[in-house]
Structures are given as structure tokens and as C-alpha cells.
């Protein structure tokens, strides 16, 4: 059963419906799923949009990167609470629930404090005095800050597995992939690692280690650690490689315009990517905001309409986007994707000690002209969209890099895996 | 719904509260994450530090060439403290390697603001 | 038109002489310069080497307790939980204080036996700790693993607070009644020039002034080694982590005897968490902020024993900071043995930025009015020299 409301639709009239065999329920809710799903692309299907609160000003708040990376789709999901909607695949009987409300049903009243202080909350001298209104304060604002309460249970028992690759890969893009293939081509030994599932990525032939995010690296100690595995079979990997490709590729990142925040504001290349994992369109008006350069492409493959940001006014709407206001007028939306373009992921290179370079995108990797950003107990290298190369090269980028990376292990042949 | 620009949804920084902090003499991205708590929220960063340097760019108070992002902090995504837990056996020797020992490839100390 | 700068800037100007300049824009600094200009009309500079809360008061776990071993400490952070209670107020901005206790756990004849005889002392002086059995011990902290726990000690009045708005608060009254605080500029060296002494900056300025306090903590000995100064205090690296952010579940800071684990929950809902790694190193008197993947391990083993259910938090962030550490974990605090105009306000071993309220306040009285608080004699610089024993302050956490 989906909604009128719905924001997805199947792309072929029928299939949706069969496909959707799975239930997975939402505060008690049941809603129909297919295995593609997300936790997210789920709920958008029954025109869930907002699910949670935000901490200061009360505002409702939705997922908005649909790529792991933002932070507001969190919810409790089995008993766990902020779990990333967004990247989480569906699981038959999995329990949803919404976090941070005050009230289990009904209207929120903390909504009010968005229009109560229609100028900015300045947190640091908001109710200093007198001291007996600053304590009732401060024990207000304690429990309306955190998100989700304590886990159900104790975690289940994690397996540690240690890994002595020539190689490891850091993410399966398009030059992570392209990397990987060429270097097992020419017999290295090989780990290629992904944050997500194999359904966000282009098929491949290569192994990869899916749903396994790198989540630090520790030049000072030679370690780099992987989280990975089911939600109840988990492992914690390291691995002490003799070299580490970063192939993080790039990220949407936010566009101030107002009420950018609304539930049903999304990242438009994260919202395409929803859509071409679950086979979805869009079922309700769409307008992709941004620079035209970037912008009007997106819009063409959402099969969604365009505004420049510069003739933005403001989002509108109240628990979800309802329309934009433009220069030249009023337009109603169902949704609005925000259309930058893709900044870099650097974080781990960052911590692998590389520099980065600002590019108006967002900070990228600096490497020298064979690809390397660094070296210490592993020789650190880099490519594709990380660095600031763009997407339709990346794979070319990523061969170069790995033919860079064959040269220097055949050079030192004595520098096996250690 | 009262009209507001977000910067930083994590922690509800607007456009505003950033212009504010740059007007008490904050100038550095690092300072004005520790001022307004913008970064500090579940993303760490990831939604609103692109957006912050240009905000910055647009005041005049940073320079392309000299700006840098705040300390990238492990876990750069969500793991689990008993998840962690499960190291507590097999994790090396308590030193950790001298910092010369992990120069760039051009033999140049890492610049200060990358130490965690 | 910007309104003008209220927390430090590089852009403010410095006088050629001043009366104090001190070295060090961390809460200590701070608290002394803006005492400072509460009790004279002395001319001060703050000189901080990067921005404020930079350092190690932008990096502690913010735990602010009066159960310690020794009673000049006890007495000094009764003193500084009693300005705590009005700071907010003082100071014009949230500090986020709450007073939730702190809660010892002892697992050790050796570690119960320090718990009682620090209840009693605390009793004889008016801090209200009790000791207390496992079992209550898991009333205050309900999925506490309380199986090994031979006692507890819990005081209410010990508390945490949000260490940042602490030094803009103290940086930004100080500014407000005339102390200049330059940021980006270090001192870099110091001479004695007549009767005070002449600091050379990294921006190529100079500044005389008529005392110098060196308040750079773990970087205290970039300073002294420029006069030939070698205190036994040193930089020792200390990893901490805060997880995502949960409802109000935990009221006080639990701290573990035996392993050094520490963990809060602050007011925005992460636990805040740190812990002492086995095998410490020795850092030289190099600061090493780096932080690594055996303190998460070692960290998530011991909180996810002594409280299971936590095991499926997420970190959010790792950091680290270093405590200054002296032999005796003792402060080293006043005039520099042979340079009466350099003042040492340094080696406060991991509680400096709690004691702080109450060190501001007491240096600031030293400097001003040549009062001597009775610590000072405890915390002369000088007494490492003669080789005699030192007391050693025993409820050193983390």
C-alpha cells in the first residue's frame, strides 16, 4: 500500500508493488519494502520525510545526503539508537522508531521554540541570569539535547581479524575499482574496501569487502581499522599494508539557502543515487537548486525542473518542503535537491597524514605527480575524485595511480607484505 | 517555521550565528567550529565544512591558498565501543612511532595543524 | 562595521611595556589576568601562541571535584566549586556546571583502604563525601556492572562543566575591563631586563614587563629553557573520546580506581570518556597531541565492563591533550629559584583547568598584593631542588 503522498514511484507501472515483500516497521507501523531498499527510500515511500528533531531550534529533520554523511536521518532501529537511516539496507521485521520527540504521539510542543526565538538562540548568553532561571534552563536544555536514549542491550561479541595486504584500497568508486583490477591484474595481493553495500556501487567482478568503512588510520602505530559485517556479526579488521590507495571519492555538502533544513530538502546527487538503486522516480514536483553548470544536468536525469541558487528567496513549508519562493514568483515543490558541486572526502587521508589543498569544490588531496601524498610504515597514494579529479576521468586516474603504485612495488621487490 | 539559513544542521548553526562569531574577532575555522559548535554534531563536519569556507571566503577573513579543514579525528565513521573492545588484545606496543618518522614524501614536517 | 573583538585577537595591539604579561591564554592564564584586573590596576598582557581553548583547556574532560587525597586540595577545590556555583553569572556566559557528584569505585584492598581514609578527611574538613556499597553505588548508576566493586565514594557537590565558554568567559571579562589578549603571538624567549624582563614574541614584537607569568602548562618549558630554567614538570600525552549524544541517563562522573577509566555525560547527552593506556611513555618535554587506535581499544574494553550496556555506542570523536605532570603531582606554582620576575604557574598533572577558578583568584592576590595563600608554600618551584621527600597527591585519575 503506498500513499498518494509517496515520493517514489516504481519506473516500470506494477513492479514496485511486487517487489515489495519485506515489512519493516516504523513506530509500530508497517511498511512495505523490497530488498534495494534503505531504511530511508522505505520511508520515503510511504511519504516519510521528517524523522526526528533538531537540538536547538526544534525544527523537524529528515535524512538530507542520502549518502552516510550528514547526520540527521538518524533513528533507533532494533533497540540501537542513531542508526543512519540512509545507508542502512532494510531487513524483514526490522523495528523503526523515530528519536528525540517529546511526546510518543500527538504534536510535539517544543516545535513552539522556533517561533518563540525567531532571532538567532545564542547558546552562551541565553538565560545567564538570574541564576535560578539559568539552572531551569540548563536542565531543559540537558533533556532536550541527545538524540535517541540508551540501547536496548548489552552489544553482541565483535571478531577481531588482522590483515597483511601489499595493497589495501580504501573505497570502490569508479578508481578505487579501476586501482583494484589493474593491480590484482598484475598479481599483487589485494584488499579493496567499501563503506557501503554493493548496491551503491557500479556491478563488478572485482572481491570487495562490502559494508566495511575504514573508520581510522594510525600512521604512528601502522594500523588502519575497518568496521564491517551484519548488524549481528560484526568484525574489526586491521590491516598493516605495505601500501594504501585512498580512493574516497566525493560527497554532496550542504547549500546555505533558507530553510535549507526543511524535511524534503535532499542532496541531488544523493537523491539519483537513492533513485537508481531502488529502481525508483519521483513522484511528486522536484526542483533542483544550484549552480546551472551543475544543477541543470541533475535535473535532467531527476526528471525534476531547475532554479538557480541566486534566485532562491527561501524554502518553504512547514513539517516538509511545500514550495520555493523565487524572484520571479512563487513555484510548488514536493521536494528540492540541492545541487553543489561533489567536495572531496579527505578525512582519511587527513589522518594518514596527507596534506589537502583547498579547490572551490572542497578540500582534496595533495599528491605529488605519481600519486603519492605520503610516506610512513605504508607508502600513502591517492586518486580520483578525492584529489579533485572529476568523475567522467576518475577511472583513468585511478589505472594511472595503480601503474604508478606497480612500479615502485617492482622497484623494491623485496618489500613483500609484512 | 521561521525563515532561517542553515550552515551546519547538526547542531542548528545558521548563516547568522557564523557572522556573528566572525564579528567577536573569530576569524579561523577552527575558532568558529569551537565557538558556535558547528562540526561537532553526528557528521563531524562532513555537511558543513565546504560551506563554512566559503561563508569565510565571502567575508574576507580566510585566504584559498592558507585555508585548512579542522583536525580530521578518528572514527571517520560510527564504530561501536564494544566494537572497539574487541581490539583490546591484539593492539600493538604502547609507543607510538617518533613524528619524524612520518614525514611527506618530500622530507617536510607535517604542518602543525595536522596533530590530532 | 564588525563590532569590536570581545575573545583575543591578532589583530590588537601590544604596548611596548606593560605590568604582567603572562604567557599562556588557557584557563589559567585567563583567570589570573582577569582577577587581575578585579583587584589592582596593573597594566596586563595575555599572549596566547594560537587561539583560545587551543590547548589543554580546550581539550580536558571537564570534571571538577573536591575529592582528593591531599587536603590543601580538597580545601583548594572547595574554593573553586564555590566560585563555580555563581560563575555563570560572573562571567556572562554558560558554562554548563552541574553538579552531579563524582563516583569512586574501588576494586582493591589498597583502593578501598585510600577511600576511606579520604572520607574521613574529607568529613573533618566539611566536603560531604560518603562511602557507600556497591549495591547503592548502582542506585546512582543503574547499569553499572557493580560485580568486583568492593566500595564506593560519592560526593554531590563535585560536578562537570563545558571547559570552552570557561576560558572565553574569563578571556572576555578580562578584555571588557582593559587586559589586552593577543592571540597567534608566543613568546619565544625572555631575558631579564632591570628589575623585570623582556619577552621576544614569534611575530618579531617585543614586550617588557615588570613580572612575566609563564602559564603555557605542557609548554612551559619552551619558555624556561630560554633562561636556563629546568623544572621537572613534563608533557605527557593523554587520549580522551566522546560518543554520540544520548538522552540524560548518567548523573555523575564515574571513575574507576583500578584502571583509570573516567566517564561523564555532558549536557549535550555524548559520554565523555578517558582512560590511563598501560605502558606509558616518555614524552620528553615534547607536547605529542596525536591520538591512537590502542586507547579506543583499551577505552572500550574497561567502560563496556564496567557498564555493558554502553557497548553499542557510537564514538564520535577522538582527541588527545597532554597533562603536565611533576613528580609529585603537585602544582609548581610562584617565583622562578634566582628570577624573582618570572612566575611559574605550571605542572598541574591533569587538574588544572578545575583548580582554576580558585589559582586565578589566589595568583592574582600573590601578584597583586603580595598575599600568600598557604599552597603557595606547597607549590614553590623551589623545592624540587633540596631532595627532600615530597607528599605525593594520590588521586591522580587518567
Known amino acids: 500500500m503506498i500513499g498518494a503522498d509517496s515520493l517514489l514511484r516504481a519506473r516500470e507501472p506494477s513492479a514496485l508493488a511486487g517487489a515489495r515483500r519485506l515489512t519493516v516497521f516504523y513506530d509500530e507501523r508497517p511498511i512495505p519494502a523490497s530488498d534495494a531498499d534503505t531504511v530511508t527510500s522505505a520511508l520515503l515511500g510511504v511519504g516519510v520525510v521528517a524523522t526526528g528533531r533538531s537540538l536547538k531550534y526544534r525544527r523537524p529533520r529528515g535524512p538530507y545526503c542520502l549518502q552516510g554523511d550528514c547526520g540527521t536521518c538518524l533513528v533507533r532501529i532494533d533497540g540501537v539508537p542513531n542508526h543512519r537511516a540512509c545507508t542502512t539496507p532494510v531487513r524483514d521485521g526490522m523495528r523503526v522508531e523515530r528519536q528525540n520527540r517529546v511526546l510518543a504521539g500527538g504534536p510535539d510542543p517544543t516545535a513552539l521554540v522556533d517561533r518563540l526565538f525567531a532571532s538567532n ?35 553482541a561479541a565483535v571478531r577481531p581479524m588482522e590483515h597483511r595486504p601489499q595493497v589495501l584500497v580504501v573505497g570502490a568508486g569508479r578508481s578505487g575499482l579501476a586501482a583494484t583490477a589493474r593491480l590484482r591484474a598484475a598479481g599483487l595481493e589485494v584488499e579493496c574496501l567499501d563503506r557501503f553495500d554493493a548496491r551503491w556501487s557500479t556491478p563488478t567482478a572485482q572481491a570487495v569487502r562490502w559494508e566495511t568503512p575504514v573508520f581510522g588510520i594510525y600512521p604512528a602505530e601502522g594500523v588502519i581499522a575497518a568496521i564491517g ?102 513555484r510548488e515543490a514536493g521536494c528540492v535537491a540541492l545541487a553543489a558541486r561533489p567536495a572531496p572526502v579527505s578525512e582519511l587521508a587527513r589522518q594518514a597524514g596527507a596534506e ?35 568523475a567522467d576521468v576518475a577511472a583513468d586516474d585511478g589505472l594511472r595511480v595503480a601503474d604508478n603504485i606497480l612500479a615502485a612495488v617492482r622497484s623494491r621487490p623485496d618489500r613483500g607484505p609484512r | 517555521m521561521t525563515q532561517r539559513m542553515f550552515i551546519c544542521r547538526c547542531e542548528d548553526v545558521t548563516v547568522a550565528e557564523v557572522d556573528h562569531a566572525i564579528g567577536i574577532g573569530l576569524e579561523s575555522v ?45 572514527p571517520a565513521e560510527p564504530v561501536t565501543l564494544a566494537e572497539l573492545a574487541s581490539l583490546a588484545e591484539l593492539t600493538g606496543p604502547a609507543e607510538l612511532a617518533a613524528p619524524a618518522e612520518l614525514a611527506s614524501p618530500a622530507g617536510e614536517a607535517p604542518p602543525s595543524g595536522a596533530t590530532p | 562595521m564588525s563590532p569590536r573583538p570581545t575573545l583575543g585577537s591578532r589583530g590588537v595591539a601590544l604596548p611596548a611595556a606593560c605590568d604582567v604579561a603572562i604567557v599562556g591564554g588557557g584557563v589559567m592564564g585567563l583567570a589570573t589576568a582577569y582577577h587581575l584586573s578585579q583587584v589592582s590596576r596593573l597594566r596586563v598582557v595575555v599572549l596566547e601562541r594560537s587561539y583560545l581553548v587551543s590547548g589543554a583547556s580546550g581539550r580536558n574532560g571537564g570534571g571538577v571535584r573536591m575529592q582528593w587525597g591531599d587536603e590543601g586540595n580538597v580545601r583548594i577545590m572547595m574554593e573553586s566549586i564555590e566560585i563555580c556555583r555563581g560563575l555563570t553569572q560572573e562571567l556572562g556566559i554558560n558554562l554548563w556546571f552541574r553538579q552531579g557528584g563524582y563516583l569512586f569505585v574501588a576494586r582493591t584492598e589498597a583502593g578501598e583502604a585510600r577511600l576511606i581514609r579520604n572520607a574521613e578527611l574529607h568529613r573533618a574538613i566539611g566536603a560531604p563525601t560518603r562511602l557507600m556499597s556497591a549495591e547503592e553505588a548502582r542506585e546512582l548508576v543503574p547499569d553499572l556492572e557493580v560485580s568486583g566493586i568492593r566500595l564506593a565514594a560519592f560526593n554531590a557537590e563535585d560536578g562537570v562543566v563545558f ?60 619558555l624556561n629553557r630560554s633562561l636556563g630554567i629546568a623544572l621537572p614538570n613534563r608533557p605527557h600525552r593523554h587520549e ?47 607536547v605529542d597531541q596525536r591520538s591512537s587506535l590502542r586507547f579506543l581499544a583499551h577505552l572500550g574494553a574497561n567502560l563496556v565492563a564496567l557498564m555493558p550496556r554502553l557497548g553499542a555506542l557510537k564514538v564520535l570523536r577522538q582527541w588527545a591533550g597532554p597533562y603536565d ?3 609529585d603531582g603537585e602544582a609548581i606554582v610562584g617565583p622562578t629559584p634566582g628570577i624573582p620576575a618570572l612566575l611559574q604557574v605550571c605542572g598541574f598533572t591533569g587538574h588544572g583547568f578545575m583548580m582554576a577558578p580558585a589559582v586565578g583568584r589566589i595568583l592574582a592576590n600573590y601578584i597583586a598584593h603580595q598575599q600568600r595563600h598557604p599552597m603557595l608554600e606547597r607549590w614553590d618551584p623551589a623545592r624540587f631542588a633540596g631532595g627532600a621527600t615530597l607528599r605525593r597527591e594520590d588521586m591522580i585519575i587518567g
Not at chain 1, 363 to 382: K, S
Open chain 1, 121 to 155: 538562540i545564542d547558546h552562551h548568553h541565553f538565560m545567564v541570569r538570574p541564576k535560578l532561571v539559568n539552572r531551569m534552563m540548563q536542565d531543559v536544555a540537558r533533556n532536550l539535547a541527545g538524540l535517541g536514549t540508551l540501547p536496548d542491550l548489552p552489544a
Open chain 1, 229 to 330: 559485517g551484519t548488524a549481528d556479526d560484526r568484525t574489526l579488521h586491521t590491516f598493516r599494508p605495505s601500501h594504501v590507495l585512498i580512493a574516497t571519492g566525493a560527497r554532496d555538502v550542504m547549500v546555505p539557502v533558507p530553510n535549507n533544513d526543511l524535511p524534503g530538502v535532499f542532496a541531488a546527487r544523493g537523491l539519483l543515487g537513492l533513485l537508481t538503486r531502488t529502481d525508483t522516480a519521483l513522484n511528486c514536483p522536484t526542483i533542483v537548486v544550484g549552480a546551472p553548470a551543475v544543477a541543470q544536468p541533475l535535473a535532467a536525469r531527476l526528471g525534476a525542473s531547475f532554479v538557480a541558487v541566486d534566485d532562491v528567496q527561501a524554502i518553504l513549508g512547514g513539517s516538509r518542503v511545500e514550495a520555493i519562493a523565487t524572484s520571479s514568483g512563487k
Open chain 1, 356 to 390: 589537502v589543498v583547498w579547490m572551490d569544490a572542497g578540500f582534496a588531496v595533495a599528491r605529488d605527480e605519481l600519486g603519492r601524498c605520503g610516506q610512513g610504515p605504508w607508502t600513502l597514494w591517492a586518486c580520483g575524485e578525492a584529489c579533485g579529479v572529476t
Open chain 2, 30 to 74: 577552527e575558532e568558529i567550529k569551537r565557538y558556535t559548535g558547528l562540526g561537532t554534531g553526528p557528521c563531524q563536519g562532513k555537511e558543513c565544512t565546504v560551506a563554512l569556507v566559503h561563508l569565510l571566503l565571502d567575508r574576507g577573513r580566510i585566504t584559498a591558498s592558507a585555508v585548512q579543514p579542522f583536525t580530521a579525528r578518528p
Open chain 3, 163 to 222: 571547559p570552552w565558554p570557561f576560558v572565553w568567559g574569563y578571556a572576555g571579562q578580562a578584555i571588557r575591563r582593559g587586559v589586552v589578549v593577543r592571540t597567534h603571538t608566543a613568546a619565544i624567549a625572555a631575558e631579564p631586563d632591570g628589575s623585570g624582563m623582556r619577552l621576544r614574541l614569534s611575530t618579531g614584537e617585543h614586550l617588557r614587563a615588570q613580572i612575566v607569568v609563564n602559564a603555557t602548562g605542557a609548554w612551559s618549558h619552551d
Open chain 3, 240 to 286: 580522551i573520546l566522546s560518543t554520540e549524544p544520548l538522552k540524560p541517563f548518567l548523573n555523575p562522573l564515574v571513575v574507576d580506581l583500578q584502571s583509570g577509566l573516567y566517564f561523564s555525560q555532558s549536557t549535550r547527552g555524548e559520554v565523555v570518556a578517558g582512560i590511563t593506556v598501560p605502558g606509558g611513555h616518555d614524552d620528553g618535554t615534547v
Open chain 3, 325 to 327: 605532570v611533576s613528580p
